[in-house]
């Protein structure tokens, strides 16, 4: 099992960018793949956003954020990243870290570790 925590989210202004951050830890969290996904308002589920696997040199993204958001971890912190440029209102969601053993994956149901998720909201 592995414990996840977020943050770095917040409220900015169209265009701009945030970080959010996620800590990992418990039984050997470098070793498992890492996921961002996003819950937007009214959405019944949560949507899938970036992925990379255990040693960061495999990344996946969702065609939405390609050229914008860019995912990345350093394992010696047991940290995973999500940093966000060019956002857009429609940005807005909660976003949440989720972690999987071995390879990455795009499906919510895939991961079995969830983060309790951050707030990120872009106003126009």
């Known amino acids: 099992q592995v414990q996840l925590v977020e943050s770095g989210g917040g409220l900015v202004q169209a265009g701009g960018s945030l970080r959010l951050s996620c800590a990992a830890s418990g039984r050997a969290p470098s070793s498992y793949a890492m996921g961002w996904f996003r819950q937007a308002p009214g959405k019944e589920r949560r949507e899938f956003v970036a992925a990379i696997n255990w040693s960061g040199g495999t990344t996946n993204y969702a065609d939405s954020v390609k050229g914008r958001l860019a995912i990345s971890r350093d394992n010696a912190k047991n940290m995973a990243y999500l940093q966000m440029n060019s956002l857009k209102p429609q940005d807005t969601a909660i976003y949440y870290c989720?972690?999987?053993?071995?390879?990455?994956?795009?499906?919510?149901?895939?991961?079995?570790?969830w983060g309790q998720g951050t707030q990120v909201t872009v106003s126009s």
């Open positions: 989720a972690a999987r053993p071995y390879n990455i994956e795009s499906a919510p149901p895939e991961y079995p570790n």
